[in-house]
C-alpha cells in the first residue's frame, strides 16, 4: 500500500509555464517534506510544513499543506530548466513511529 | 561543510559475499536512516536510528543489518547479499525533534550478481 500517492508520474512542460504537483494521502502527517532529486545525487530538502493550512514559498515555488495534513502540493510559477529533476515528498506520520513515508516521485521536466 | 557520506559509491559484488556499507554524517544528528531507491517503488526505509545503540526497522528491513556504537556512524550490513538486493542507497541523518528533515548522502549504487 502506498500511503503516499504523488501525481503526476511524469510532467513535461515549455519553459515559462506554471505547474502543480500534489502528494495525497489516507493518513494524517505531524509534517510532510518535499524534496527534489537530480540524477545520481541524494535528495535535496526544500520545505517542510507542519501546521495544517500552511503555505510556504521558496522563490518561485509554493508549498500547501492541507487542512486535515492529508495532502499537499508543489506550486511552480514561471517553471525553468533548472527546476528538472525528480520531486518527493516525504511524511512522518501522526502515529510518531518514527517512520518516514516517501511518495514515489514526479519527474519534472523543463523544456527549454 | 555539514555532511553525510557515504562509502562505497558503487559496489559490484556476488551473492553471499558479505559487505558493509559505511554511513557517516558530521552534524551531530540523533536519526540516522537507510533507503533503497528501485524505479517503480520509490524510496523505502530500510532501517532508521534514535540515537546511539536505538535502532528500529522500516519498511523493507529483511537482509540486513544495522548497529549504531557511535552517534556519528550508521552502517548497513548485508550478511548475504541477493541479486534482489541490487539497487541505489541512501543513508540519511537529521535532529531527533524533526526527523522528517534530512541531510541525504550521496548514494551507493550497489549490484549483486
Known amino acids: 500500500t502506498q500511503l503516499l500517492e504523488q501525481s503526476p508520474q511524469f510532467l513535461s512542460i515549455q519553459e515559462g509555464e506554471n505547474l502543480t504537483v500534489y502528494c495525497n494521502s489516507s493518513?494524517?502527517?505531524?509534517?510532510l517534506q518535499w524534496y527534489r532529486q537530480e540524477p545520481g545525487e541524494g535528495p535535496v530538502l526544500l520545505v517542510t510544513?507542519?501546521?495544517?493550512?500552511e503555505v510556504k514559498k521558496l522563490k518561485r515555488l509554493t508549498f500547501q499543506f492541507g487542512d486535515a495534513r492529508k495532502d499537499s502540493s508543489l506550486h511552480i510559477t514561471a517553471a525553468q530548466p533548472g527546476d528538472t529533476g525528480l520531486y518527493l515528498c516525504a511524511g512522518e506520520r501522526m502515529n510518531r513511529d518514527d517512520k518516514i513515508i516517501f511518495g514515489k516521485g514526479t519527474r519534472l521536466h523543463i523544456l527549454p | 561543510e555539514a555532511q553525510v557520506t557515504q562509502n562505497p559509491r558503487y559496489l559490484i559484488t556476488v551473492t553471499g559475499k558479505k559487505l558493509t556499507v559505511t554511513c557517516s554524517q558530521n552534524m551531530n544528528h540523533e536519526y540516522m536512516s537507510w533507503y533503497r531507491q528501485d524505479p517503480g517503488l520509490g524510496l523505502r526505509q530500510i532501517y532508521y536510528?534514535?540515537?546511539?545503540?536505538?535502532?528500529d526497522k522500516g519498511d523493507v528491513p529483511e537482509g540486513y543489518k544495522v548497529s549504531r556504537k557511535e552517534k556519528r556512524n550508521f552502517p548497513l550490513i548485508l550478511e548475504s547479499p541477493s541479486p534482489n538486493q541490487t539497487s541505489l542507497y541512501f543513508c540519511?541523518?537529521?535532529?531527533?525533534?524533526?526527523?522528517?528533515?534530512?541531510?541525504f548522502g550521496p548514494g551507493t549504487r550497489l549490484t549483486v550478481t
Open positions: 510544513v507542519v501546521t495544517g493550512g
Open positions: 540519511a541523518s537529521s535532529l531527533g525533534l524533526a526527523v522528517g528533515e534530512q541531510y
Open positions: 536510528s534514535m540515537n546511539v545503540e536505538v535502532t
Open positions: 493518513s494524517v502527517f505531524s509534517s
